[in-house]
């Protein structure tokens, strides 16, 4: 069997030469040339999977270790029997993480209280849900979007869109990328959803950059009508838009979802449907030796401080969200290179905090969001 993955994905080097010949290549390298000798391809997001690609190939299955997969031409693998997996749910917590140090540097920047404001959650899938958790553990109103739960589970838990965009302080987007049909979320943000949009709102985008349409985002921003915008995803990827980047609060190269726990889930989940597929001895696979943060203990000394900036701490410590915006405004070009070479991020379980002098309710925060407390 031969396999073609993609060189970014880790922890798998090593895990199929066992059972199969595996070549690593570059995920915009993976091609018809290279695919016409495969039985299987490993990707990511950068691998368009569809006929260009995989006509006349022996291709019988692909496995991408993402969230999403627009990437896959799913009609085109279900009609000529091609088998394909993604990996719903893998980087949430760290989507969750990214999202609680925006949030946070929001309310420290700009003096708002998120206890005193109301976020507005398109798409309460995988990662829609945690964010809500977070929002509700940081004190914040929530309101949810998803009308294919909503058609699923009934109304009781959901707004319309409309409610979201008038009401709402922060929308949070966690739609999948549909290009057509009754959820169509390709330029779901245009101009006339940013006419409905309450003034001085703030957008997070960590979906899809085509979920919100360029030139009218710069146009919200420019007049205000947005206070500002937080963008881990961008139209045209990796090709961003400069002007665009430079009116972003934080602007970062859709890493949202990069902490290392998220990939090492999302090679788990791989290697689980290719051994499930091909009835190879590695279920229930995980990969061992995942790297410590730096700095895995963390000391506060509570005394003198709020909640919030205790919380504050805490976060930025696991997560400096400001570095990654920092050095994509340095440096735009290098956005898949500041992908490809991201350093380890580790989600809040793998950080113990002790706290010198804190009240009880800082520690069932600091625990429901993940952390170790002692």
Not at 12 to 22: D, Q, R, W, Y
């Amino acid at each position: 069997m031969k396999i073609i993955a993609d060189d970014k994905i880790p922890f798998l080097k090593g895990v199929l030469e066992p059972f199969a010949s595996v070549a690593y290549l570059p995920g915009n390298q993976i091609n018809r040339e290279k695919a016409v000798e495969a039985d299987v391809l490993i990707i990511r997001t950068r691998t368009k999977c569809e006929g260009l690609l995989l006509d006349n190939t022996p291709v019988r299955f692909i496995a991408t270790a993402t969230i999403g997969f627009d990437h896959i031409d799913t009609e085109y693998c279900e009609k000529r029997n091609i088998k394909w997996s993604s990996a719903p749910g893998c980087n949430s917590a760290s989507v969750q993480q990214y999202m609680a140090a925006a949030l946070l540097k929001i309310s420290c920047d700009f003096k708002i209280s998120l206890k005193d404001t109301t976020i507005g959650i398109i798409g309460v899938g995988n990662v829609g849900s945690k964010v809500e958790t977070l929002a509700k553990i940081l004190g914040m109103n929530v309101l949810l979007n998803d009308p294919p739960r909503a058609r699923r589970e009934g109304q009781t838990n959901f707004v319309g869109l409309e409610e979201v965009l008038s009401k709402s302080d922060i929308i949070t987007l966690h739609v999948p990328l549909n290009a057509g049909g009754e959820d169509k979320t390709y330029h779901l943000f245009g101009d006339e959803v940013f006419k409905k949009i309450k003034k001085g709102s703030w957008l997070i985008n960590s979906a899809r950059g085509e979920v919100v349409e360029t030139g009218p985002l710069k146009k919200a921003l420019r007049s205000g009508k947005l206070a500002g915008a937080i963008l881990d995803v961008w139209d045209h990827e990796p090709h961003i838009d400069l002007d665009l980047m430079s009116k972003a609060f934080i602007a970062t190269p859709h890493i949202a979802g990069y902490s290392i726990d998220g990939k090492a889930n999302g090679t788990a989940m791989v290697v689980n449907s290719l051994s499930q597929y091909f009835n190879l001895p590695l279920k229930n696979w995980y990969p061992v030796n995942i790297p410590l943060p730096p700095s895995p203990r963390i000391s506060i000394d509570c005394r003198g401080k709020s909640v919030p900036e205790i919380i504050r701490e805490a976060v930025f410590h696991t997560y400096n969200i400001v570095e990654d915006s920092r050095k994509l405004q340095l440096s735009p070009s290098d956005f898949e290179k500041l992908r490809g070479d991201y350093p380890v991020r580790r989600e809040f379980p793998a950080f113990t905090i002790n706290l010198n002098e804190g009240i009880p309710e800082i520690y069932t925060i600091l625990r429901d969001l993940g952390f170790m407390v002692e």
